[in-house]
């Protein structure tokens, strides 16, 4: 069944088509109803060029057969019309979830716009403490439109030996408690794809859903099966990092991920605005 629907909001008749649908609509993807109406049409013929015998007389088993072919017909065109209203269910249903995500993304993407135009016009503490605010906005607002989610914010600095460092992450989960704060050091493991994910644009990153291995994770050992990572970055100045993830495949859409990467770089440059002019351009590095 869809993963983002609540069996509570369907009907009774919408709970019966969420029982039979799938494997109505599986059998037909396969051309099962369509060989079972062939079949028992073509032996409908047979039946009644065999139903008479020699004396003119009806056979006894064909009315039998006739009522099993036409049982078995009428079964078969209902399975059909079921798995047409089940896909046809399941794309209205799709099609609404889209509509709400666009305006639940489109208002955070404004709220989040606000708040950081705020921080811009504040100055010492109160900015500091608005940055860390406007942090838990955006790990928020990745998150909560996904089905058993997670979003984290990893900041970037680097070691005296220039070396990156991914740490102190921020993290909103909805419907897990699973959460990881091991930082990425490039000292330690210096191969991870994460370092060239800070590299390049933003708008290279993609979506990674399991059994992709192409950033060599073993997904039996985690427990999200699909991933969005972007650096947060004003042109070749990184800040950090902001991932999201879900147990679910094939729920991390478009729209979703246009406004994780706007609010990414809406944050990313409050933050340089944050700057003093002096460090603009520059990486953030360890004191």
């Known amino acids: 069944m869809y993963a983002r629907l609540e069996w509570s909001d369907l009907s009774w008749s919408e709970k019966v ?4 649908g799938p494997p109505a609509a599986w059998l ?3 051309w099962v109803f369509r060989v079972v109406l062939g079949i028992f049409t073509f032996g409908s013929v047979v039946v009644m060029t065999a139903a008479v015998n020699d004396d003119g007389a009806v056979q006894s088993w064909v009315p039998l057969s ?3 072919a036409a049982g078995v017909a009428f079964l078969a065109s209902l399975g059909d019309a079921v798995a047409d209203k089940y896909d046809a269910r399941l794309s209205d249903l799709e099609l609404a979830e889209a509509e709400a995500e666009t305006e639940v993304a489109v208002a955070d993407l404004n709220s989040f716009i606000e708040q950081c135009m705020e921080a811009t016009r504040t100055s010492g503490a109160k900015r500091k403490a608005m940055l860390e605010s406007l942090k838990a906005m955006l790990v928020t607002a990745a998150a909560k439109s996904l089905p058993r989610s997670r979003a984290s914010y990893y900041t970037l600095r680097r070691d005296t030996y220039d070396n990156r460092i991914l740490e102190d992450p921020k993290h909103h989960s909805e419907g897990r408690d ?3 704060d091991r930082p990425f050091l490039e000292s330690v493991d210096p191969h991870l794809t994460v370092w060239n994910l800070l590299d390049r644009a933003d708008t290279e990153a993609q979506v990674v859903e399991c059994p992709d291995d ?4 073993d997904w039996n050992k985690v427990s999200y099966r699909s991933y969005y990572s972007i650096p947060v970055k004003y042109k070749s100045t990184v800040y950090g990092m902001l991932s999201v993830n879900s147990a679910h495949t094939g729920v991390i859409n478009g729209a979703h991920r246009r406004a994780i990467l706007a609010m990414a770089r809406v944050y990313a440059m409050a933050l340089l ?3 003093p002019r002096s460090n603009r351009r520059k990486q953030p590095l360890n004191d």
């Open 273 to 275: 605005a944050a700057e």
């Open 178 to 180: 699973d959460r990881s």
């Open 66 to 68: 006739v009522t099993v």
């Open 17 to 20: 088509l969420f029982y039979v």
């Open 28 to 30: 037909k993807k396969k």
């Open 214 to 217: 192409r950033d060599g994770i």
